[in-house]
T-cell receptor, first 117, second 109 residues
Framework: DTEVTQTPKHLVMGMTNKKSLKCEQHMGHRAMYWYKQKAKKPPELMFVYSYEKLSINESVPSRFSPECPNSSLLNLHLHALQPEDSALYLC????????????????FGPGTRLTVL | GEDVEQSLFLSVREGDSSVINCTYTDSSSTYLYWYKQEPGAGLQLLTY?????DMKQDQRLTVLLNKKDKHLSLRIADTQTGDSAIYFCAEGNTDKLIFGTGTRLQVFP
């Protein structure tokens, strides 16, 4: 199984809603990532988890709250988002053996397309 | 800065070769990657090259790296309509990937 799954595929939410994005992989990868991709732009790294611990936070606003409950799951909790947060949110995972995280290929999920009204 | 530049658009005829170019900025990048993104989909890693290599070939794909000029290219031989997508180069520095601006490749019959 070389797949990263993400749910939901699409999400529309209001600025006062609380929602969560989910990501799952069963490849035994110990590094997991959240990226944000605006239309016609490259993906931008948001968070990196390694061995279920947050290792990189790219100065993301606190209205985005990541969670890694176990080695297969990665969540992104959303609260009080703004319309400019509308984007494609991509999850990725990679094998990591303690050296550079970049040593392992990052496998990407299909993304959740988020629209904030 | 950390800008990784690519030309926006490339149009080729089916069966011809495509060459997508990328200029990166960080000479200490260890790995350089090419990703493909089809409409509405995530990113698929096509190939990558270590910074101590000049060239890598993988079936229809050839990657050339000019470290002196910080220039990376991806050549796709015998381009097919299924190759139509957006192609991102990315440079790997410590634990981060910095993606290029993306090149939309359109293949016409």
């Amino acid at each position: 199984d070389t797949e990263v799954t993400q749910t939901p595929k699409h999400l529309v939410m209001g600025m006062t809603n609380k929602k969560s994005l989910k990501c799952e992989q069963h490849m035994g990868h110990r590094a997991m990532y959240w990226y944000k991709q605006k239309a016609k732009k490259p993906p931008e790294l948001m968070f990196v988890y390694s061995y279920e611990k947050l290792s990189i936070n790219e100065s993301v606003p606190s209205r985005f709250s990541p969670e890694c409950p176990n080695s297969s799951l990665l969540n992104l909790h959303l609260h009080a988002l703004q319309p400019e947060d509308s984007a494609l949110y991509l999850c990725a995972s990679s094998q990591w053996t303690g050296g550079s995280i970049l040593e392992g290929e990052q496998f990407f999920g299909p993304g959740t397309r988020l629209t904030v009204l | 800065g950390e800008d990784v530049e690519q030309s926006l658009f490339l149009s080729v005829r089916e069966g011809d070769s495509s060459v997508i170019n990328c200029t990166y900025t960080d000479s200490s990048s260890t790995y350089l990657y090419w990703y493909k993104q089809e409409p509405g989909a995530g990113l698929q890693l096509l190939t990558y090259i270590f910074s101590n290599m000049d060239m890598k070939q993988d079936q229809r794909l050839t990657v050339l790296l000019n470290k002196k000029d910080k220039h990376l290219s991806l050549r796709i031989a015998d381009t097919q309509t299924g190759d139509s997508a957006i192609y991102f180069c990315a440079e790997g520095n410590t634990d981060k990937l910095i993606f290029g601006t993306g090149t939309r490749l359109q293949v016409f019959p």
